[in-house]
Nanobody
Framework: QVQLVDSGGGLVQAGGSLRLSCAAS????????RGWFRQTPGKTREFVAA????????YFTRSALDRFTFSRDDAKNTVYLQMNSLKPEDTAVYYC??????????????????????WGQGTQVTVSS
């Protein structure tokens, strides 16, 4: 049974950085799309960023663009989200998600939770002002 383990959250001051990790374990796992979503109490889970693992193309919200970047360790089947210049409004539980059902296409809505098959347990990011 494939599992996603997300980690790397913590408490950081505004302007600081964190690197979130999304590791897949538990068997053969072909991930075509890996994304990050976040959620705060009382709000719906929202898209943050995603990477097409076949092409390396990345997608970010306007808020994340220019502050967040992706990197990968294919040997470990792990994707990293480097978050710089963090702001108090980035405070949330961050969830890693992965798509294994097949390659994405032009019609894939990478920002939609429905496109993902596996989810991590979440990691708390708290940015103090």
């Amino acid at each position: 049974q494939v599992q996603l383990v997300d980690s790397g959250g913590g408490l950081v001051q505004a302007g600081g950085s964190l690197r979130l990790s999304c590791a897949a374990s538990g068997g053969t796992f072909n991930s075509y799309l890996r994304g990050w979503f976040r959620q705060t109490p009382g709000k719906t889970r929202e898209f943050v960023a995603a990477i097409n693992e076949a092409t390396g193309s990345t997608y970010f919200t306007r808020s994340a663009l220019d502050r967040f970047t992706f990197s990968r360790d294919d040997a470990k089947n792990t994707v990293y989200l480097q978050m710089n210049s963090l702001k108090p409004e980035d405070t949330a539980v961050y969830y890693c998600a992965a798509r294994s059902r097949g390659r994405i296409s032009a019609s894939t809505s990478y920002a939609s939770q429905r496109e993902y098959d596996h989810w991590g347990q979440g990691t708390q990011v708290t940015v103090s002002s």
